[in-house]
């Protein structure tokens, strides 16, 4: 007689209670409920679990049972077969497109900037993994990829997946290199996505409209004397804003007036092991003071003025300016290209100031400036930047030139 769901919901008495096809429901003495098959293969009794009553349900276990056959039928064991399914499975887990991904991102973040693998780790996590993650890598198709791309695109976001598709490309390469895989979708995407055109972050590069904004934030009255007084720190020192914020005061050095970024901080100098040395002008140095005041007891420079663990939120500033009237005009980003078009003017050199500014060697020029080469010219430059400000913070119509007159 078959078991139907009202039997099942009373039956308590121990034992194997079947419904036919081989397929029964086994009681233990302790009260468990388990979903078994026998079946017969290779002239062998065999046995075959289907899961916990009431979890599987006996129109599942019927299906389960009905599936067996099926494998049964083709000559095949489908316990044998389920292993086999299991393995795969398994398989699949360790080459899935994630798994490649996370230990292609391992391998890398070895050379790239803090910064760098944070970043490209988040942009897999947001929209990578949940399209293609769990696909076996081997198995991805350009389609796919595709689709997963144009979702990102369509929000705007074309530079981001731009960016996806040549980190896409990077992972497959790595899954062929590694025995994963043996071909890369990404490859037959290199034109289907287009790279918008860069904006650039909003900075003034004019002598007149930067001395103006020198001497509004002079002026301006600012809730958080420490939100000033990094904004005057990261307009001094040009660096980013990862570099600023983090900033420690063991890297400060007062008697060599000398600021110096661990490289694992620096964008472009991970790979070089190699700290990046910020010459500190005179003004730099008074500004330091005056956040030392603030700050001095913590091992940050930039704490989190809010009480939490960690550093200043890297909003904090351009919030500042943005209340100042310079949305759209400034940015602390762009204080690097303000210095740079600014100290251009001036006559010193473009590979010092490309060293200065820790950008990528794109030249053989520049790449003769090493991280810890022609520190002189620098620290005139960074001397003359200070001096420069001062001057235009002050409203000096008589601004002192810079290498020209050296």
Known sequence: MKLTDAKLRNLTTPGKHADGGGLYLEITAAGGRYWRLKYRHGGKEKRLAFGVYPAVSLKEARAKRE?????????ADPGEARKAEKARVAVEAVNSFKAVALEWHKANAKRWAEITATKTLKHLEADVFPAIGNRPVSAVTAPELLAMLRKVESRGAGYTATRLREFCGQ???YAIATGRATYNPAGDLVRAIVAPDVRHRPA???RRQFGQFLRDLKDYQAADKLTLLATRMALLTFVRSQELRHARWEEIDFEACEWRIPAARMKMGKGLNQAHVVPLSPAA??????IQALTGDTPNVFPNTNGADGFMSENTIGRMLVRMGYQGRQTLHGFRASARSLLSERGWSVAALERQL??????????AYARSEHLDERRKIMDDWGALVTSLEAGDNVVPLGKKTA
Do not use: P
Not at 67 to 75: E, I
Not at 358 to 367: M, N, Q, T, W
């Open 204 to 206: 003034l590069t004019d």
């Open 358 to 367: 820790d950008h990528a060697e794109r030249s053989k020029v520049v790449a």
């Open 285 to 290: 140095i008074d500004t330091l003071r005056d």
């Open 67 to 75: 599936a067996a056959k099926q494998v049964l039928g083709h000559g």
């Open 171 to 173: 992972i497959f390469r």
